[in-house]
């Protein structure tokens, strides 16, 4: 049985919700165990993820998020950035399931996080269950 961490940026909660309720289902629906912490912003998912694994405690990650596209270009490093990192992560070794939403309005992450429509929570932990799966093949 794996222990799975999923890191949310619980910026908007009621999407998050939808994301964590995907997320957990698929987990416990795959007979593995999960925890839950939250950061505050896409762009601190990959670092806390860098120390999660350094405890040696969780054989997979997940994370989730929304960022939903503004008026600036911060959106654009928001978006970027967490996935790069997020990737290089991965390519260090970790089994990594990216659920960040990248999205243009909030009706658009609303029909991605929904478990019953994309339900991309979902998605991300079966994505990180599967690489975990290749990791533990390739040891």
């Given at each position: 049985m794996?222990?799975?961490?999923i890191?949310?940026?619980?910026?908007?909660?009621?999407?998050?919700d939808?994301?964590?309720?995907?997320?957990?289902?698929?987990?416990?629906?795959?007979?593995?165990?999960?925890?839950?912490?939250?950061?505050?912003?896409a762009?601190e998912?990959?670092g806390?993820v860098?120390?999660?694994?350094?405890?040696g405690?969780?054989?997979?990650f997940v994370?989730?998020?929304?960022?939903?596209?503004?008026?600036?270009?911060?959106?654009?490093?928001?978006a970027g950035?967490?996935?790069?990192a997020l990737?290089?992560?991965?390519?260090?070794g970790?089994?990594?399931g990216?659920?960040i939403?990248?999205?243009?309005?909030e009706?658009?992450a609303?029909?991605?996080a929904?478990?019953?429509?994309?339900?991309k929570?979902?998605?991300?932990?079966?994505?990180?269950?599967?690489?975990?799966?290749?990791?533990?093949r390739?040891?």
């Amino acid at each position: 049985m794996a222990h799975v961490l999923i890191i949310e940026a619980r910026f908007y909660a009621h999407l998050n919700d939808l994301l964590l309720e995907g997320a957990r289902a698929a987990i416990e629906a795959a007979g593995h165990s999960h925890e839950t912490i939250t950061v505050p912003g896409a762009l601190e998912i990959p670092g806390a993820v860098a120390l999660a694994a350094e405890t040696g405690r969780y054989d997979a990650f997940v994370a989730l998020g929304v960022v939903i596209r503004g008026e600036t270009y911060h959106f654009e490093i928001v978006a970027g950035e967490s996935a790069r990192a997020l990737m290089a992560l991965t390519l260090d070794g970790l089994a990594i399931g990216n659920g960040i939403l990248t999205v243009e309005n909030e009706a658009q992450a609303l029909a991605r996080a929904r478990p019953d429509e994309k339900d991309k929570g979902g998605e991300a932990a079966k994505a990180a269950l599967a690489m975990l799966a290749l990791k533990q093949r390739f040891a």
